[in-house]
């Protein structure tokens, strides 16, 4: 798990803008604004609720249903989840999950904070970790409660 603080925030799709005095509100309830983001996570009543999140992807030809392996796909090696919102109150968290060359999907958990709304944008990479981005794709899973949620399998759509 990595912090990134908010600066990869805005390119998600998810991220919803409501500009009125200089403040935008993200879809998890946070407000941002020059001087930086602040928010109010969901509260609970459990002090043992620690929600996990099971993140599905599969590698896709773009504009098809047809599946690749990840060696198919550019020598593809990782898949990161950056994930904002909810209990992170503006700073992005990535989760790394390894791409075996053999594989077409697959799925892996991240831990959550608190339970809330959360941004979450997956990226195939070449390089590992901080490598080429092959493809991105973007979700929103909302609400995350404390048994958790799984994320739709996204797909990660490449050229090759």
Known sequence: M?????????????????LAGGFALSASGCFVESSGPSCVPHETSDPNCIPDLTISWQIVRNGTNI?????????????????????????LVAFDSDCLANQTQGSFIAQLPAPGTYNVSLDLLTGGPGGTVLSTTN??????????????????????
Do not use: K
Not at 145 to 157: F, R
């Open 67 to 91: 599946a690749l392996t990840c060696a198919e796909a550019g020598n593809a090696n990782t898949v990161t989840a950056w994930i904002d919102g909810g209990g992170y109150c503006g700073n």
């Open 139 to 160: 979700v929103l899973v909302q609400p995350v409660g404390c048994a958790g949620a799984a994320t739709p399998v996204a797909p990660l759509g490449v050229n090759f």
């Open 2 to 18: 990595r912090v990134e603080g908010n600066r990869r925030s805005l390119r998600a799709p998810v991220l919803f803008a409501v």
